[in-house]
């Protein structure tokens, strides 16, 4: 077990991968050579400080700000039961099978509007929490690599970072309208993904609740087969 304090996801494959590499090695009687990174996370860590005083860190800041200054940080979720007082994590998972022709017509429906499965899903995911809700704005929480300096793909560690995607149903009155809107957000989001989230949640001071996490309380979460 390994706490997502110290490695995500990226991690814990990298990991595998290289046990794979060094048991493959051992039954062959080989020596097992693992690359040493020239890149860590100390230099990470200090990249991150680096950029949050520079001005590009200053240029997205300011994107933020902006775009988050109208959206309300809380989700009224309907619940089963009585929130507790403090977050336990202890839920539920409920699995579902998509079946491959709704893949593959979702993959069609992409390719004729210029758009990405996640992108759509992100939107159905949107949609549904506001027929849940009936609250017409709010955030969803999506997470990124985080492995934008060279070197950084090869070491172990917590780069993952959570961006915030908007949901606005002023605006996304129609499907086509909400396409088009998510589109949007996820391609303007991603181009200022590098503000790191702990830094943005001190800066914007959201109404702090110990039952729910802050900005949101929803996170989308799209992994690449491997």
């Known amino acids: 077990t390994v706490h ?3 490695a995500d996801l990226w991690t ?5 991968d290289q046990l794979q590499k060094v048991y493959r090695a051992l039954c ?3 020596p097992a050579l693992l690359p040493t990174p020239g890149f860590t996370y100390r230099d990470h860590v200090r990249l991150q400080h680096e950029y949050v005083r520079s001005a590009d860190g200053e240029r997205d800041w300011q994107f933020w700000r902006e775009r988050l200054k109208h959206t309300p940080s809380l989700l009224p979720l309907p619940l089963d039961f009585v929130r507790g007082d403090s977050i336990t994590m202890q839920g539920a ?4 099978v998509v079946p491959g022709s709704v893949m593959r ?4 429906f992409c390719r004729q509007q210029g758009l990405t499965p996640f992108m759509v899903v992100q939107a159905a995911l949107q949609l ?3 027929r ?3 609250q017409k704005r709010f955030m969803v ?3 990124v690599a985080g492995r934008t300096a060279t070197g950084s793909e090869s070491v172990v560690g917590d780069f993952a970072n959570p961006v915030v995607l908007c949901a606005d149903f002023n605006l996304a009155t129609t499907g086509s309208l909400l396409l088009a809107y998510v589109r949007r957000q996820v391609a303007s989001a991603l181009e200022h993904q590098a503000f790191p989230f702990p830094e943005l949640v001190a800066r914007l001071m959201p109404l702090r609740d110990v039952r729910r996490s802050p900005l949101f309380q929803v996170m989308y979460v799209w992994h690449q087969a491997h």
């Open 4 to 6: 997502h304090i110290g």
């Open 12 to 16: 814990q494959l990298l990991i595998a």
């Open 28 to 30: 062959l009687r080989q």
């Open 93 to 96: 998972r409920v699995s579902h």
């Open 105 to 108: 017509q979702l993959q069609m």
């Open 128 to 130: 549904m929490l506001y």
């Open 132 to 134: 849940l809700t009936r």
């Open 141 to 143: 929480g999506t997470p």
